[in-house]
């Protein structure tokens, strides 16, 4: 079993930057393909991003493709989410995940191959 807490959200100007940090406790890191997903408000959750255990393959959802950047140092337990080029759309509740079972494919777009969630951490952008 896994621990997830994410941090770094916040409120930002349209255009701006965060990183958004997800570190994990438990059982060995580099056992889970990681994942993050967002919800806004009175929407279904989204998929965002996910990385192999490895780090060296990602997926990214269209929306945000070419200005987020998924990563994981597996020394420190950590995935990020680099969110450059913000939009007033981007505004949700932001969630890691980990998924103990599959390998990075296709699947890995959907919440239900995950295993594991944190509790989410708010980014808002203001236009």
């Known amino acids: 079993q896994v621990q997830l807490v994410e941090s770094g959200g916040g409120l930002v100007q349209a255009g701006g930057s965060l990183r958004l940090s997800c570190t994990a406790s438990g059982r060995t890191f580099s056992s889970y393909l990681m994942g993050w997903f967002r919800q806004a408000p009175g929407k279904e959750r989204d998929f965002v991003a996910a990385i192999s255990r490895g780090g060296s393959t990602t997926y990214y959802g269209d929306s945000v493709l070419g200005r987020f950047t998924i990563s994981r140092d597996n020394a420190k337990n950590t995935v990020y989410l680099q969110m450059n080029s913000l939009k007033p759309e981007d505004t949700a509740v932001y969630s890691c995940?980990?998924?103990?079972?599959?390998?990075?494919?296709?699947?890995?777009?959907?919440?239900?191959?995950?295993?594991?969630w944190g509790q989410g951490t708010q980014v808002t952008v203001s236009s």
């Open positions: 995940a980990a998924d103990e079972a599959h390998y990075l494919s296709t699947g890995s777009k959907s919440e239900a191959s995950y295993d594991y």
